[in-house]
């Protein structure tokens, strides 16, 4: 598959899409953990939901 | 589970654990066939291989428009029926709009320099996607400058509806205004200009980006969420320790 003469103009086109597309994830993922771990601490610390059920129960 | 039911955050939570799985497995697989149909297509004859960019950055164009259209129905369900979960499907949605939006106006000035000799032109149709861009960094910057999630919620989704004047302003600009971008090819009175050989990949391309975004925004309104909880649990842990000093107090004083 040849690019032609604006092959770094598509290359970087894409890569930047990808970049981006990673950072996102990345991010939300990185996000997800540290919510979890502080909602873990909460809990250990004795805070309690009203309802009585856990912070991270997620069913 | 009926409609209703997911205004409740805990069943929402439960039913994105279920869901987010099959949502990323059907977002790769269509991903991947959108690239290779993207690598697939002949050269244009008149763009050469740059065609190929197309297919990237016109999905995102297209999401940068629509997620903000997402936005403005939950600003409608925050203002108006007050769901519980509007203003976190709205605050989820923002970094990622942004995210669609700074890819469009990259991809556009790096098609834009081969094509037309220039990355930028203060043209309606670049000028009004840079207006979206900042008016997502101002909205990402008002949720986290007020402190009370329900009057940031209020001011966001006020100042969202007011954004979305620009929707239709960005979609038919190229055709009030004299521009440098080209006018509609896929969405327009008379069907698609597009040949099938370069319709059917973009059309894929930008099926997956959209569940792309479906992916990510469900998974990041389940954090809006756990992150409300952390703050619900926060202010009732400091709520107790300052029940607790008030009784110590209370009962060092003398009779």
């Known amino acids: ?59 | 589970m009926t409609l209703i039911d997911l205004a409740n955050p805990t069943r929402f939570l439960s039913l994105t654990a279920r869901l987010l799985p099959f949502l990323a497995a059907a977002t790769t697989i269509l991903l991947l066939v959108g690239l290779y149909l993207s690598a697939a297509v002949p050269d244009d004859y008149q763009q050469g291989a740059t065609v190929k960019i197309m297919f990237i950055h016109v999905p995102n164009a297209w999401l940068s428009m629509f997620v903000w259209a997402v936005m403005s129905a939950s600003a409608l369900g925050t203002l108006v029926w007050r769901h519980p979960l509007a203003d976190v499907a709205a605050k989820a949605a923002a970094p990622i709009g942004a995210s669609f939006t700074f890819l469009a106006l990259v991809t556009g000035s790096l098609w834009g320099r081969p094509m037309w000799g220039t990355y930028w032109e203060w043209d309606a149709r670049l000028t009004s996607v840079l207006i979206l861009f900042l008016m997502y960094l101002g909205l990402m910057a008002l949720w986290r400058a007020v402190e009370d999630p329900t009057r940031a919620a209020r001011a966001a989704a006020v100042l969202t509806l007011v954004g979305a004047v620009n929707l239709p302003i960005i979609k038919f600009s190229v055709d009030w205004w004299n521009t440098l971008h080209q006018p509609a090819s896929v969405f327009r009175m008379g069907g698609p200009t597009l040949d099938r050989a370069f319709l059917i990949p973009l059309l894929v391309m930008a099926l997956a980006f959209t569940l792309l975004f479906i992916t990510l925004h469900v998974a990041a309104m389940r954090n809006e969420i756990l992150r409300r909880r952390v703050r619900s649990l926060q202010m009732m842990q400091a709520r107790a320790a300052s029940n607790d000093m008030s009784a110590a107090s209370t009962a060092s004083q003398p009779a």
């Not at chain 1, 103009?9 to 597309?21: E, G, P, Q, R």
């Not at chain 1, 909602?39 to 856990?54: D, F, N, Y």
């Open chain 1, 1 to 59: 598959m040849s690019l032609g003469p604006y092959a770094s103009f598509i290359v970087t086109s894409y890569l930047a899409a990808a970049l981006v597309v990673a950072l996102l994830i990345g991010w939300i993922a990185i996000d997800y953990r540290s919510l979890r771990r502080r909602l873990r601490a909460l809990e250990e610390s004795g805070v309690a939901r009203r309802s009585g059920r856990s912070a991270t129960d997620m069913t």
